[in-house]
């Protein structure tokens, strides 16, 4: 990236950061790199530093300096899934016997991460909810508390961290602040620039946009954290492919206008559930009455295509809605250009039921795609008829 784009807005630096157009052919877009190996002029000469495309492969290199690039980052790197990224920066980071302390509403598949995988290694784990700074204190345990691991806006209850204030905490503590940004893209919200050390992305959702690719993603700022993760990025293989990286690499060049109108349809979809008979609560941190409204209006530029409410029918209603809907296609994932309705309940929360994560049985969760705003408004007026 040149010095002119370095200081260029947001949408200039998703479409042109990490690529020059080919020296030889001009080619305007990356060419996915569909090789394992690269050729070397003689043992070690190797061109550009390429020699095995588990270690680095340039579509991928293209993809995690766009990353880098969009979260204000110094290096980013582009993981087969989020909760590759997520496995790959704990075993980086932490050593058995570590503490990390979880968002109590946490992506259920993260929670299975620590609860059922890292925990046989030997981390343990405690629950804080990430709007609450002194609860977030009161779970570290001093000495040993590595990470503290925040999602904000949180999935599926929308609730608010405020990055800047638990960033001061895990430091206090000698720990690390993760923010995991998927909710926000790095549109909405950039946590490197709050004082988090690591962002972690699962580019599944708002980066890739299209539904059609999972990823992962982290970036950081400081070299060191920097140097662990490209060692264990290499060490452990959990990479994004050539073909993913390149998908991911296209949603991001339009992620400013698409979360624009997702933010917008989504405005749309709260005001009409606020008013809605059959809805008992509707969770957008864009409410006033939102109780992390006033902190995600400094820490976001937007808030976000996702909303989740609770029906007055309890789970059975709920049920219903979600099987109702036809514009908006029932299934897990997110951040697509497409709406999405789901039950996180029965469907991408089912992993924590039973724990302190659990999530109320009448609560729908809508990713609100691009589509007409009416359509959807009408959708949905058909649903919770
Ligand atoms: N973090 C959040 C907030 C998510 O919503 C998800 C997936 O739904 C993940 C992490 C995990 O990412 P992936 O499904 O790409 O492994």
Known sequence: MTEHQHK????????????EPDPVTGAVIPPIHATSTFKQDGVGGLRGGYEYSRSANPTRTVLEANLAALEEGERGFAFASGLAAEDTLVRALCRPGDHVVLPDDAYGGTFRLFDKVERAWGLVHDPAPASDPEA???????????????????????????????????????????????????????????????????????????SDVVGGALV?????????LAFHQNA???????????????????????????CENAERVVEYLSGHPAVAEVFYPGLESHPGHEVARRQMRRFGGIVSFRV????????????????????ESLGGVESLIEHPGRMTHASVAGTALEVPSDLVRLSVGIETADDLLADLERALA
Request: proline share 4%; charged share 15%.
């Open 236 to 262: 452990m293989g959990a990479v994004a492919g050539p073909f993913d990286a390149w998908l991911v690499l296209r949603g991001l060049k339009t992620l400013g206008v698409r979360m624009d109108r997702h």
């Open 312 to 331: 007055t029918g309890g789970e059975q209603q709920a049920l219903a809605v979600c099987a109702r809907t036809e514009v908006f296609t029932l299934g």
């Open 8 to 19: 260029s807005g947001f949408e200039t630096r998703a479409i042109h950061a990490g690529y």
């Open 220 to 228: 950081v700022r400081d070299h060191d954290l920097a140097e662990a």
């Open 136 to 210: 977030v204190r009161a779970a570290i345990r001093p000495g040993a508390t590595r990470l503290v691991w925040v999602e904000t806006p949180t999935n599926p209850l929308l609730g608010i961290g405020d990055i800047q204030v638990l960033a001061g905490i895990a430091h206090d503590a000698g720990a690390l602040l993760v923010v995991d940004n998927t909710f926000a893209s790095p549109y909405l919200q950039q946590p490197l620039t709050l004082g988090a050390d690591v962002v972690m992305h699962s580019t599944t959702k708002y980066c890739g946009g299209h």
